[in-house]
């Protein structure tokens, strides 16, 4: 089982499934409030001296490292705050009567106790330099208080006849101050910063150390009280809880909140004013007497912690009941008003021998800051610490509010221990099974069970018990706990006598190397046998009934393909999912993950059925696994599996359809006639005389029979099918396309006698046809529709042909004298030929500096330059060496222009023309 509540703290291995508990019932009374403290007994050492050595506590005083008891007969004991006595080898100064109070400084260094001996004892843990033994008050002691910082002034005052202060004189004397005229016991008394707070018969008075004197009198309520019977209880409230010198008053029933402040007034008349004051700020009124009162701190609003022992007179309580009713009350109230105040908690402690004891037999003690207490009778003491966050998630899951419990449990799940959060889980769990809540238990399970393995399977065993497994699978761990395999094999196993889906869901879904595959395959075969017996029993009586035989397990088959997968079986897996077409995409996923085209070349007719789509991209991709030929031979049985296999093959590469074009046409016109001309358009190698024969014995085709007819040229039948078939639209744009005279004027023909082909020729063959050729042969008795607009339109084509040619030639004559122009131009242009230029036949400069060595130079456009005399010479024309005035010029100005060339010259650059 998880757990047994949530007080179980781990699971044995014993258990083997879930308490299913009872749910708790939710009262329907008002709700109680979330207490705000814990109690335990304090015991170890503490205990035993109270129970064996019979010691009876009468005074007790707190510091954050320890807590001293007083005893009756006198002995000072110190303990840590879980009971067990420490400092046994220091040897506490003690009393020969009972020790009435005791008091601790702010260090925990000194510590100070009173008794009925009249005597004050002062103790250093730590130093004996400030240490007193047996000062003498001279009357019975009955409360002392050391300064808290003791181990600097060295001061300490005590109650009893009277409050006495005791401060360090000359030569370390003490010197003693009565702190008041006014006679009466003091029964409380309490020191902070610079005042002292004391009670005598009839009033509460605060005393500045600093000026010595007392600063205000706070009268006492009800003069009727006993003191004996009801003393007073005095606090300070720390600074640090967010004000200063506040004072707390706990007298009788009447709770009195107080602020020593400053006295504007006094300023005017300060020998009749003090110069501080003591206000009291609330007042409030409780319905039980007061045995203790201390500050409590809260964040949010200012508190007061009292101990309160029940007033029974004013309730009519049944004698049998009556001991029950006067259990001391720890009692945590918020002022809200003047005189009203809030209820935060309310406790009764069950304390050893509280049906002796009186309202002043208790004792509240607080360590500062902590909001720690201890409550004391004599015979017992009680700690109060604050809850924290694992009492507030025990205080949460006791109460029935399990959502917010582990709600809370998990956002701070950093905060509490391990067997806490696991305690509260199993409990959390086991309530939401117990009431049919399996889809949150199972949602909430990982968070709890966390990485444990033997928590998980005992859950899960939980659950199948309970016929929930479906509720819960998805959270299953299968790593990081990764459970036994026996276990995963079981859930399995309970889905494959139950339910086939969920089992291939899982099969699929889980990694398969957390259980026995081949276990799993035996099983799953076993049960196919079994499946087809109770088949073909079925099917026998089907037959005789003429009822629908039944369908195959496909879930278990596609169960069975995947686990032959694991276990790299891909064959049989194949063959599977081929044969009962399940798991499409297990199929190509392995083919494609094992490289497994080229065996799959023989199954292309199952993989085109089991998924044609993905079948034919996977038979274009790898042509070289799968080739064309061995594709088509296998498909020749299925035409229509061939022709989708080609057409898509066509269409990705044309070139790989070579020697199938014919049976490509074949193909299109029995299953994509719509498709034929795309087809016979992209101009595939096809044998036109078959791909006709294929199109004229079929209907529907007649277009395609006109385009074949137009390839082979025999242009009058294809007109002949037009006219016949089709509109004589579609032939004049037939002849429009040929552009023949004689298919024009067989058109015609054919037409002349149809007034309606006559009128929609003379609107169409203006451009192509003499229009006098078909107006020629209109009968005079045919009525053409719309002939005189025909007529007209035809004069209207024919001058706009008129213009456009008178333009275009225009334009041509223009572009002609424009061309020639600039050719002259260009023609006329010099030529510019450097000095250092030579002549390509005699390699001698063209310029020269002298007149005597001049001669003519021609230059070709391009950019050759030779002499003139050379290029006769080379043409066999020896030319006078004489050279005109002019050339000579020429030359010396190292230009030279081109020469006129003469008849017996070369036309063409001698250079350009021996490349050639």
Known sequence: MIGNGVRDEEMTEEEDELESGDSETESSEEEEPEPVLKYKRMVNDLSKKLEKDKMEITAIAMHERFLLCGTAIGNVYQFDYEGNEVGQGTKFPSHSVAINCLSVDMSGEYYASGSNDGRVNVFGFFSTDSNLSGVPVGFPVKQVALDPKFSQSHSFCVGGDRPVLYEKGFLGKLKTTDMTRTPGRVDALAWHEQYIAFSTSNAVQVYDTQQHKNITAIKKLDLNLRNDLYPCHLAWQPTSYGGGNVLLIGWGKTVKICKVVENLNSVRDPRKLSEKYVEVRNTLKLPDFISGIAPFYDKVRKCVALLCYPDLSEEQVADDEEDEEN??????????????????????????????????????????????????????????????????????????????????????????????????????????????????????????????????????????????????????????????????????????????????????????HIYNIHFIIAEVLSNLQKIERMQREHRERALKAGEIKMQPPTNLLEALATLYQYDSNFGDAIKIHLKYKVGKNDVFHIIESQNLYSQMASQVERLLDFDQERALRVLIAKKEDMPVDVCVEQLMGRRELLFKYLDALFHHDQHCCDGYYDLLVELYAEFDPDQLMHFFREDPTIDLRKALNVCESRQGLTRETVYLLKRTGDHSKALAIIYDKLDVDDAIEYCKDVDESTLWDELINRSIENADYVSKLLNNIGTHVDPMVIIRKIRDDLQVPGLRDSLVKILQDYNLQRNLTHGCNRILVKDCFELMNRMVCTQKRGVFVSEARVCLECHGSLVVGEVKNAADITTFNCSHAFHSACIALRSGNVLSTGLPSSASSASLASTASVAPATPNQSECCPQCSDSK
């Open 327 to 512: 259990k001391p009350i720890l009692l945590v109230i918020s002022p809200t008003s003047n005189a009203e105040y809030e209820e935060i908690n309310e406790e009764c402690l069950d304390m050893a021998g509280f049906k002796t004891c009186a309202a002043a037999s208790y004792q509240l003690n607080t360590l500062y800051n902590e909001n720690i207490f201890t409550v004391c009778n004599g015979r017992d003491v009680i700690l109060a610490t604050p809850r924290d966050l694992e009492d507030h998630l025990d205080w949460l899951y006791d109460k029935g509010y399990y959502d917010q419990c582990i709600q809370t449990a998990k956002e701070r799940v950093k905060e509490i221990s391990e067997e806490k959060f696991r305690s509260l889980g199993f409990g959390y769990l086991n309530h939401l099974m117990a009431i049919g809540e399996y889809e949150k238990a199972a949602a909430n399970a990982p968070s709890i069970l966390g990485t444990n393995d033997k928590y998980w399977q005992n859950l899960v065993l939980h659950f199948i018990k309970n016929r929930q497994l479906h509720v819960i699978m998805k959270y299953i761990p299968t790593r990081e706990p990764q459970l036994e395999s026996a276990f995963y094999e079981a859930v399995l196993m309970y889905f494959l006598g139950q339910d086939h889906e969920e089992f291939l869901h899982w099969i699929k879904h889980w990694p398969h």
